[in-house]
């Protein structure tokens, strides 16, 4: 190959490098004066919030991920208890993000608030940090449950709680992510269970590749 050239195509790549780099750093600064501008409203956001009972259950109930992961019973007596949901960005935006749910006065634990973090480290390992849950006396929803004499334990997936998203070790992010992404955007959208289209349309394609799937089977069977 043509040497000349060669070195040529280099000092193109590291000036378009040097524009991404440049574009980047420009977004960045546009996305923290973005959440600088929005953060007062979120603020007044939540405190509307705070006046609709059981926003923030119907809302997690509502979705599709989150309603899967609520189904005790005892999850949703314990989340009407919640008043405010908080999503914060870290500094830089990029390295990872928190979530703080806030609660009123109840019968399962003492904390006021509890939260999740996830943060990205340069290394590309996940850092998970949570607040540990004051449960009040035999009411910790992630305990393990015990089986009576003579039965059998039921599946231990059906015993999961939402609260086991505050376990320091648990570092799956689809919960986190959802809500980040999703939920916190437009909770009343969730609230009002309307439907969002390419969320739908994702899903349905899948559904139906299912149900393709499915019937090519049946024909193979035949």
Same mark, same amino acid.
């Given at each position: 190959a043509d040497q000349e050239s060669l070195e040529k195509l280099q000092q193109i790549q590291d000036n378009l490098e040097k524009v991404n780099d440049e574009l980047n750093d420009r977004i960045l600064e546009l996305e923290k004066e973005s959440l600088a501008k929005r953060k007062p409203f979120y603020e007044t956001r939540n405190k509307v919030i705070e006046k609709i009972p059981n926003f923030w259950l119907t809302a997690f109930l509502n979705d599709r991920v989150l309603g899967d992961v609520i189904g005790e019973q005892s999850d949703q007596d314990a989340l009407s208890y919640m008043t405010q949901l908080n999503v914060e960005d870290h500094e830089d935006i990029k390295s990872g993000y928190k979530i703080t749910f806030t609660f009123k006065e109840n019968p399962y634990f003492e904390n006021k608030e509890i939260f999740k973090?996830?943060?990205?480290?340069? =290394?590309?390992?996940? &850092?998970?940090?949570?607040? @540990?849950?004051?449960?009040?006396? +035999?009411? !910790?929803?992630?305990?393990? @449950?015990?089986?009576?004499? +003579?039965? &059998?334990?039921?599946? @231990?997936?059906? +015993?999961?709680?939402?609260?086991?998203?505050?376990?320091?070790?648990?570092?799956?992010?689809?919960?986190?992510?959802?809500? &980040?992404?999703?939920?916190?955007? =437009? @909770?009343?959208?969730?609230?009002? =269970?309307?439907?969002?289209?390419?969320? !739908?349309? +994702?899903?349905?394609?899948?559904?139906?590749? !299912?149900?393709?799937?499915?019937?090519?089977d049946d024909e193979d069977a035949s």
């Open positions: 973090e996830f943060s990205f480290l340069e =290394n590309g390992d996940l &850092k998970v940090s949570s607040s @540990p849950i004051k449960w009040k006396p +035999g009411k !910790d929803l992630t305990a393990e @449950p015990v089986a009576e004499a +003579g039965k &059998k334990r039921k599946d @231990p997936e059906e +015993g999961i709680s939402f609260f086991h998203l505050f376990a320091e070790e648990d570092e799956d992010t689809l919960i986190g992510e959802r809500i &980040k992404e999703d939920i916190w955007l =437009n @909770p009343l959208k969730k609230y009002l =269970n309307e439907a969002d289209e390419s969320d !739908d349309m +994702g899903y349905s394609d899948f559904d139906g590749q !299912d149900d393709e799937d499915g019937d090519d």
